[in-house]
């Protein structure tokens, strides 16, 4: 300890005298005279006195006065952690938009069948025994074809049904027609355009087959008409007035 405050007390009255001898050299460099006439000028140089101020202990360890700052680096393991947990919520918000979509566009198409169905439907019209009729009438189709031919088996059943909706239910039938027809000549005019042919020439023949029906009955009357007026001549009973008669009555019963 003491070979320490020696060593230290030394160290000090060095610094102090090289600290007194600057000062002492830089006061006489200032009090030079700038010529050699002021030399008389110059006076004696003054006395500086260095005071040194000790510690009564020192110190065993040196200080230190730099702070410590503390650095957080994660390691590779806590980096690799971090990075697939990322790319695991990633993948997750992904997957979970994904979803989302699917579910809102299937919402949306269950929400435009919903408002379709209820846009074919009549108010006036009662659905529940016209649907039932029309079920039970395709369903007696095919049981009374299933020991029929394959095209009649397929056929029948599907013209039956339509043939009974349309029938029960007159005004439902006609919307669910014109949205099929609209349905049609959006997506397929061509199909639409064979099938409105083909609509017009079977009106074209079951009008023929009227006019024949109404032919053939009229040629039908007048062969009963003349076999009529044969009996009457022949047997002398009056056959027209009681057809006449039976006529008449069955067409006030009609229009009543």
Partial sequence: MRASRTAYLAASGVAGA????????????????SDINDVHSIGH??????????PDKLPIYPKSNAPLVLLDIPSPLELKIGQIRREVCGYYVGARANVQGIVDRWIHVESMVETRLKSFRDPTEPLNPGLLYTGVAALTTSIFTRSRSLPTRFLLPPLSLLGA???????TAYRVGSYAEELESRYAPRVG???????????????RLGESAREGKVVVGKGVRSLVEAIESVTGLKLGDVLRKEGERENGKKKA
């Fill in 18 to 33: 090289l600290a007194l001898k600057e000062k002492v050299d830089s006061e006489s460099a200032e009090s030079l005279p």
């Fill in 45 to 54: 140089p003054t006395k500086a006195f260095l005071h040194v101020d000790l």
């Fill in 165 to 171: 909706f349309a029938y029960f239910l007159p005004r």
């Fill in 193 to 207: 355009e064979i099938r409105q042919t083909g609509v017009i020439h079977m009106q074209m023949v079951v009008g």
